[in-house]
């Protein structure tokens, strides 16, 4: 089986089998671009190589036969003193990879050739400079000699006589250079620097693919589930310098500004230099646009293979060249790496510059690189300064930092006052609404990725972490200690979203981001996506928001989050905690009037689309007073005694709340208030459709998980509208549903369905039950299970198929054949689960409803899996 292939042979698509440098290395030869000549080594080759720990001597014989034939291209000699031929050895895997072998220059020099190679180009310092640099590339290469020791050396040399540079160093001054090294290398490996340069060959072919398992390397592939069997291939090419003078230079660029995307060559050179000298730091390199007026025809001659390389891969290049004498070698090209804004701004260019298809520009994106494009993040220079205080679960991304407050109120005070705020509590609760809201970040010490904090952050969008139990807040004294260290109210702390760290100061954003393309993006995502999503959204910017995203609806308006105003959760309090029937209906009269204000607004502003509305739901301790001012604040409200009300309260109390009296179960019991619910939504409806207004509401139950429930409240709510309908003459479109969140109600949708014109898995609900996971509690052992491989990650993040899927499945399965004209939507975090999409569309769910942040990352998804 062939083992080594010459460039001539290659091609890009073998990136498997010669590694990706290999593979482009052969493409540019194929089209015609200026490659030193060369071949590489195939990966199989270095798995066998890993296997039996020795270089076979077909291997060799087969080396040999590409060198003999390299030689008689390059009209030079390997082993051979007249005219060496000196070669480069290169790793290069399928995956770029660090942590593997560097790269070794010069190779087939020695003590010999060195002065032959400075004779016969009458330049001594280029040669010597050679040498050294070869001694120092293999010793730490293949003998790994800590290369420190061979940089000291030349800095002390440097620094004895008087030199700032390498570049004024003279011939003698690199020969006593050569001299040092050999004898640190002799030190340090116990045998001379190999004169012969095969056994240099073949000692740095076996160095690279041992490379292969170096632990560095090891744990790279581990981290970005690169597999171990793949293998580095060797590329072994013929050298050109750039180290021989003013007239050569080497240097790294980009087809495009990776940072922003912009067109044009961008990136930077250093005149007589070789290798790595520009990244390497030790002199500073020049931009390449002063390469254009040191030498214009070089500078052309390379802007045209930039564009050509282009548009070969149809992809922005990163591109490494060598100028030797004036002329120009082409080293390496790849796909080159960019930050979310470029990546954006290059894929939308290429399709529209018809390059690549609309979808295949979608497929070039991720939704990582659309948090990234939404949220600011810490500029990366002032991150690098700042070392982390704790680190809790990254519940919404983005970056921000603030002082410090403890509790709602105080947060907003000095929110009033002009400060940007970072509201730090044990947990968050409806109350502290307002407090999060004014708030850059929200941190809290409890709580899982599903936790109040980190729902209604994801929301808002608003920078949040939870869970974060090095941080002990006492909300009391004000304070939250981590270790022997203590924050107090007002210092600063900045909070990384997107990583979960804290850190103490101020760290710099980095904002300017453009939404402009985004804008192109999402569109594109929507037209070429084959599934729909909506958005879980109730307040007039979150709906904003998602509808600019391209939300085709809203999937969850959750009506309970329009009560935790201040004077709005009085009067909840009063209609729960209040004995007298009079005093309770006036409080609903009022709800009701904050609350078609609501629906006027939401309905108005999702206009001809659907819009579903889920009807009460959280467990009723959620809205009890729990401080003394609260309790007095209702007893005075109601004109009870505050004794009397903390009773009531007591009779009200749960063992199990989240399994207790909540969602459709309150509406049994206390009918009036999903009564006024739906009249407050069909009024406003009424009133939208008399001002020509084309409105859908759709109205959801939530909680159920029996037929008779559902047909139950399906009555009361219907005679209901009809009365509306009958007294104002008029009617309006709309449906009743329900939310499947119970596995009883999956497991019996065809009976459900009887009564529903649509469905909705609420798949956080769904999940706990299914589990038996509490949502608030899970965090205290989900972190362990993951850590331990009993989970493979999060149920409540993303989609459990086996299970909660499988439910859903059933569900779908036992409605669709009957009722097909029944709706499927999903309305739970995972939503916005990427990883899911798939499979919802497969189950054959007709829309997923996430948090309206999510909803360009989930359009992005479906659009790229869409066939
Ligand atoms: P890396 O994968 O770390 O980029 P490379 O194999 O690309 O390592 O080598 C690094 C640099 O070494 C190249 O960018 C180039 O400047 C120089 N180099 C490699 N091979 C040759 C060669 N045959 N002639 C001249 N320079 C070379
Ligand atoms: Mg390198
Ligand atoms: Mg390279």
Known sequence: KKRVYDFTQGSKEQKDLLGGKGANLAEMTSIGLPVPRGFTITTEACLEYLNSKNLDAELIKEIETHIARLEKETGKKFADNENPLLVSVRSGSKFSMPGMMDTILNLGLNHQSVEILAQKTGNPVFAYDCYRRLIQMFGDVVKAVDKNLFEEALTDYKINHGYTSDTEMQAVDWKQIIKQFSEIYLKEVGEKFPQEPAEQLYAAVEAVFTSWNNPRAVTYRRIHDIPDTLGTAVNIQEMVFGNTGAKSGTGVAFTRNPATGEGGVF????????????????????????????????????????????????????????????????????????????????????????VISKKESLKRLTPSMITQLLHPVFDEKSLAQNQAIAKGLPASPGAAYGRVYFNA??????????QKVVLLRTETSPEDIEGMLVSEAIVTSRGGMTSHAAVVARGMGVCCVVGCEALNVNEKRKQAQYGTQIIKEGDIVSVDGTTGNIYRGEIKL???????????????????????????????????????????????????????????????RKMFLSEEE??????????????????????????????????????????????????????????????????????????????????????????????????????????????????????????????????????????????????????????????????????????????????????????????????????????????????????????????????????????????????????????????????????????????????????????????
């Open 267 to 354: 990136g930077e050179f250093l005149m007589n230099a070789q290798g790595e000298d520009v990244v390497a730091g030790i002199r500073t390199p020049r931009p390449i646009q002063e390469l254009k007026e040191d030498n214009p025809d070089i500078y052309r001659q390379f802007e045209k293979i930039c564009q050509q390389l282009e548009a070969h891969y149809q992809d922005m290049q990163d591109i490494e060249f060598t100028i030797e004498e004036g002329k120009l070698f082409i080293l390496q090209t790849r796909n080159g790496k960019r930050t979310a804004k470029a990546a954006f701004k290059i894929a939308t260019q290429l399709a529209e510059d018809g």
């Open 409 to 418: 109120q105080d947060a907003q005070n000095a929110h009033e006052a002009g």
């Open 510 to 572: 980095d904002k300017a981001q453009d939404l402009e393309i985004l804008g192109k993006v999402l569109k594109w995502a929507a037209e070429i996506g084959d599934m729909k999503v909506r958005a879980n959204a109730e307040t007039v910017d979150d709906i904003k928001t998602a509808l600019d995203f391209g939300a085709s609806g809203i999937g969850l308006a959750r009506t309970e989050h329009m009560f935790f105003g201040k004077e709005r959760i009085l009067e909840v």
């Open 582 to 867: 009079m005093q309770r209906k006036k409080s609903l009269e009022t709800l009701k009037e904050y609350q078609k204000k609501d629906f006027l607004e939401i309905l108005s502003l999702t206009e001809g689309m659907p819009c579903t509305i889920r009807l009460l739901d959280p467990p009723l301790h959620e809205f009890m007073p729990k401080t003394k001012e609260e309790f007095e604040e209702v007893a005075k409200a109601c004109g009870q005694s505050v004794d009397f009300i903390i009773q009531r309260g007591k009779e009200l109390e749960e063992f199990n709340p989240m399994l207790g009296h909540r969602g459709c179960r309150l509406a049994v019991t206390y009918p009036e208030i999903y009564e006024m619910q739906v009249e407050a939504i069909i009024e406003a409806a009424l009133d939208l459709a008399q001002a020509g207004k084309q409105v859908k509401p759709e109205i959801m139950i939530p909680l159920i998980s029996e037929e008779r429930e559902l047909t139950y409240l399906k009555e009361l709510l219907e005679s209901k509208i009809q009365k509306l309908f009958k007294e104002s003459g008029r009617e309006v479109a709309y449906k009743i549903g329900a939310m499947l969140e119970i596995p009883r109600a999956c497991l019996t949708a065809d009976k459900l369905a009887s009564a529903a014109q649509f469905f909705s898995f609420g798949t956080n609900d769904l999940t706990q039950l299914t589990y038996g996971f509490s949502r608030d509690d899970s965090v205290k052992f989900l972190p362990e299970y993951i850590e331990k491989r009993i989970l493979q990650d999060d149920p409540f993040q993303h989609l459990d198929q086996d299970g909660v899927g499988a439910l859903m499945k059933t569900a779908i399965g036992l409605v669709k054949p009957e009722y097909p004209e029944i709706s499927f939507g999903v309305c739970g975090e995972v939503g916005g689960d990427p990883e899911a999409v798939t499979f919802l569309k497969k189950i054959g769910l007709d829309y997923v409803s996430c948090s309206s942040y999510r909803v360009p990352a989930v359009l992005l998804t479906i659009a790229q899996s869409s066939t």
